[in-house]
Every structure is written in structure tokens, then in C-alpha cells.
């Protein structure tokens, strides 16, 4: 509502690993461009850019580290462009990343664009703002009632386009409580049946708070919801750019329907398997039936022991059989009147489809 330069920019991809592993693949990047008229809207659109290049040229075996490498060279092509053109110098970029490998979630954060998680009638933010406001409250110098309307609101600690590229935040935050190893830990969780992740910029939640958010995708379809999150910022000032997006997993009917028309796939599987099975077993028994009656000599082998047992005083590991070696099998008679069991041992290339980056003014 204040006429801003449009700083904001998204990304959605949607692709598979490879055709071996055919989970779905999703990923989703904000960014908020910072410097003003010094090109944050450029910074925006190469953070985008070069995240979602990096995510999609990987083989996601390692989606931490590979959200950690894309963002800091991001972060190294914002600042190296900015160095070359003294109209950039200064710009800068917050993001927000989410990417989810068939149902299990991966995050990445830098600045103060948030992602929150809704399940179960419930919102939780997952990421951390690097803010000075933020740093106070960990502190216990201010309290979040404190924090709202406060003149250092937008004193951001970490952007894409510093010196130095910024640490960036992968503790995924599922409990209030939680200390930062267990954050971090939270990597990859599984995302449930209905689940749903929002990303946004500091444009909404500077001016929406977080219950209003799960008020908005309680009660209406995204579609609506979305739009009704963005006429609320500006109804109370929009002084900032507005972006949301939003992923759903699927209901878990989706899942129960799927299961229904490939029924008749799945028994006749399932039958095939058995029959499989039976054979084998089969084979197995046959086979061990007809060692049992072949052979000339029906010898019944009997051990020798190296010393006589004694009853009721020696363990299972104390009681040991010395191997007789003879070139010649023979028949020894037993002795004593032992007769001995065996002993046996004790159980013991991706393809990338980006959507475009540009985000239209409200």
C-alpha cells in the first residue's frame, strides 16, 4: 500500500530424482530483497535462481548439506554481482526454503522470512528469525508483547550478499521448547496426511499474527485464505511487500483411493508372492527328503567325546567336542553309556521446472 518497489520473489519446483527413485520432489524458495534502491529486487531474484539450480543438479542424498552449500553460493553470486556494479553495492536478500522428498521435510533459513507448519488445528513456526528483535527475546531482555511495533523491527542479523556468507539456520523448530540440537535433529520429518507449510515474507507477519494465519487455512480453501491474509496486512497499513506460499500434503483419502483401484494389483502381488513361497518350499523339503534317503552306507555317526560330561555341573560353553582326525571314516562304539545331542551355538539428473520467480503487485 506504500507504492514500494516489488523486492519480493518465489519459487516453486517440482520434479523427480531419477527414474529409479520416483518419490515426488518439491521445492520452494521466498526471498525478500533488502537495499532498497540498491537493487534488492536483484538480490531476490538471484537467490531464487541459484538455490533452486543447486537443489535440482543434487541427487538428495544429502538434503541438509545441500540446502546449506545453495544458499551460501547464493549468497557469494549476490555479493560477487554487487562488487561489479557500484548501483548493487549493498543489496542483500533474506530466504526461506522448504524441500520436500516424498513425504519427508527439509528446511533452510537466512533473515526474517518465516515458515510455519499447520497440523491438527495447530501452527508452528519452524524457523527462527535472525533479528535483533529476536536476539532480545532469547535474551529475556524484551517479551514478544514487547517486540510488537518496535522500532528495531527490521535490524536483520543474517542476509545473502554479506562479506562473509551468513550461517545458515536448519533447526526445524517442531516445539516451542525445544533446545537447537533437537532443532536440527528435526531434519527430515515426516510430513502427515493433510499436512500443510506456509512460507512467507516479513510483509505479512510484521502486521498478521500467527493464529490469524491458521484461522485464514482453517476455515477457507487456499485460495481464498491466501488472499484473505493479504487484504488483512494492507487493511492495517501494508507497508511492506506481501508474499505467501503454500504446499499441502495430500489427505490421507488420496492415499485410501489410490489403494482401492490398485487392489486388484496388489492381490494378485500378493498371490503371486505366496505361490512363490510355496515352491520354494517345496524345492527346500524335496531336496532335504531325498538327502535323507539316498547314499550307500546308512551310518549313524556318533561323537567321541575328549572328556566324560558331568551331569549337571558343566555349562553349555564348558562342555566341548575334539574333531577326530582320520584319513579313514570308521565307526567308533560309544562310551560309557552316554549319548550325546549336538550342541549348537546360543541365540546371541533431476529435471527442474521452476515456476517464474516474478511476484506480481498486490
Known amino acids: 500500500m506504500k507504492g514500494k518497489n516489488n523486492e519480493d520473489r518465489y519459487g ?8 529409479l527413485d520416483r518419490r515426488p520432489v518439491v521445492l520452494a524458495v521466498l526471498s525478500d530483497g533488502i537495499g532498497g534502491h540498491r537493487a534488492g529486487e536483484v538480490a531476490s531474484e538471484i537467490a531464487v535462481n541459484q538455490i533452486s539450480a543447486v537443489v535440482a543438479a543434487s541427487d538428495a542424498s544429502q538434503p541438509v548439506e545441500t540446502l546449506i552449500a545453495a544458499v551460501q553460493q547464493a549468497s557469494v553470486a549476490i555479493q560477487s554481482q554487487a562488487t561489479q556494479n557500484s548501483e548493487q553495492a549493498g543489496m542483500g536478500a533474506t530466504c526461506a526454503c522448504v524441500w520436500v522428498i516424498g513425504d ?9 522470512s518465516r515458515v510455519y507448519l499447520l497440523r491438527g488445528g495447530r501452527i ?19 517479551t ?3 517486540t510488537l511495533g518496535h522500532p528495531n523491527a527490521h535490524v536483520i542479523r543474517r542476509y545473502l550478499g554479506s562479506a562473509v556468507p551468513p550461517e545458515v539456520d536448519v533447526r526445524l523448530r517442531l516445539d516451542d521448547d525445544e533446545d537447537d540440537e533437537r532443532a536440527e535433529a528435526n531434519q527430515g520429518a515426516q510430513l502427515l496426511p493433510g499436512d500443510r507449510l506456509v512460507l512467507s515474507s516479513d510483509g ?40 505467501i ?16 483401484r490398485n487392489r486388484r494389483k496388489l492381490a494378485f502381488g500378493c498371490a503371486a508372492l505366496l505361490l512363490a513361497l510355496a515352491a520354494l518350499a517345496g524345492l527346500i523339503f524335496g531336496g532335504m527328503w531325498l538327502a535323507g534317503r539316498g547314499g550307500d552306507q546308512k551310518v549313524t555317526p556318533t561323537i567321541t567325546l575328549a572328556a566324560p ?13 575334539a574333531p577326530q582326525a582320520s584319513a579313514t571314516p570308521e565307526v567308533l562304539a560309544p562310551q560309557a553309556s552316554a549319548t550325546v545331542e549336538p550342541v549348537l551355538p546360543g541365540d546371541g539428473g533431476p529435471t527442474l521446472t521452476p515456476w517464474p520467480t516474478y511476484t506480481p503487485q498486490p
Open 12 to 19: 516453486v519446483s517440482a520434479f523427480i530424482l531419477n527414474n
Open 245 to 260: 506460499v503454500t504446499l499441502q500434503m495430500p489427505p490421507r483419502k488420496t492415499q485410501e483411493s489410490w489403494l482401492r
Open 104 to 112: 519427508r521435510l527439509y528446511t533452510a533459513t537466512v533473515g526474517d
Open 124 to 142: 508452528q513456526r519452524l524457523s527462527i528469525d535472525h533479528t535483533w528483535l529476536q536476539e532480545a527475546v532469547d535474551q529475556g531482555l524484551l
Open 204 to 243: 505479512l507477519t510484521d502486521l498478521v499474527q500467527d493464529e490469524e494465519i491458521l484461522k485464514a487455512y482453517t476455515e477457507q480453501t487456499p485460495e481464498v485464505a491466501t488472499q484473505t491474509l493479504i487484504d488483512l496486512a494492507n487493511a492495517r497499513g501494508g507497508h511492506d511487500n506481501i508474499t
Open 309 to 321: 560330561l558331568l551331569q549337571n555341573t558343566a555349562t553349555m560353553e564348558e562342555a566341548t567336542v
Open 144 to 146: 514478544v508483547e514487547q
